[in-house]
């Protein structure tokens, strides 16, 4: 794609290095000056054309760009997250759920370590949710960011 978008480029400055010929001998003459100008004009639109023809779009920029920077796509980080959250807040629950387990095994004094074990690991998995939230909310701000610096 990139060889036929090149040869394509290489055909319009062709076309338009004929153009501007043209109009630069129309202009010469100065009673076809009135035609040589648009005809110059158009010539330039070409040359412009062509560089088009021959840079990169903004999607293979953006990707080439995430590629270098080691980026993922985007979307795939809230998934991430909420998945860290879920672990978090999951093994906090099968802790508590063993510690409870040898603390009714093992009596009492056990039974409300257990408890407090389990508190303490529910709480942690809660608080590892919270800071994978943060940790995609930050990652959104730092993709707008960049995409933001992509589109300037």
């Avoid at 903004?58 to 997250?81: M, Q, W, Y």
């Avoid at 879920?86 to 510690?99: D, I, P």
């Avoid at 998995?125 to 995409?147: E, I, S």
């Amino acid at each position: 794609m990139k060889v036929l978008r090149g040869i394509g480029a290489a055909l319009v400055w062709l076309l338009a290095t004929v153009v501007m010929i043209v109009a630069g001998v129309l202009c010469i003459t100065l009673i076809l000056l009135p035609l040589g100008l648009p005809l110059m004009a158009l010539g330039m639109r070409l040359y412009a054309y062509g560089v088009q023809l021959l840079v990169p779009r903004a999607p293979e920029v953006k990707r080439g760009v995430r590629k270098r920077l080691g980026l993922r796509a985007r979307g795939s980080v809230a998934g991430d997250v909420k998945r860290a959250g879920k672990r978090g807040k999951k093994s906090g629950r099968k802790l508590r759920k063993n510690a409870d387990k040898a603390g009714k095994k093992a009596g009492g004094v056990a039974d409300h370590v257990g408890k407090k074990a389990g508190g303490v690991a529910d709480k942690a998995g809660k608080k590892a949710g919270g800071v994978a939230d943060k940790a995609g909310k930050k990652a959104g701000r730092g993709r707008k960011r960049l995409a933001g610096l992509l589109h300037s």
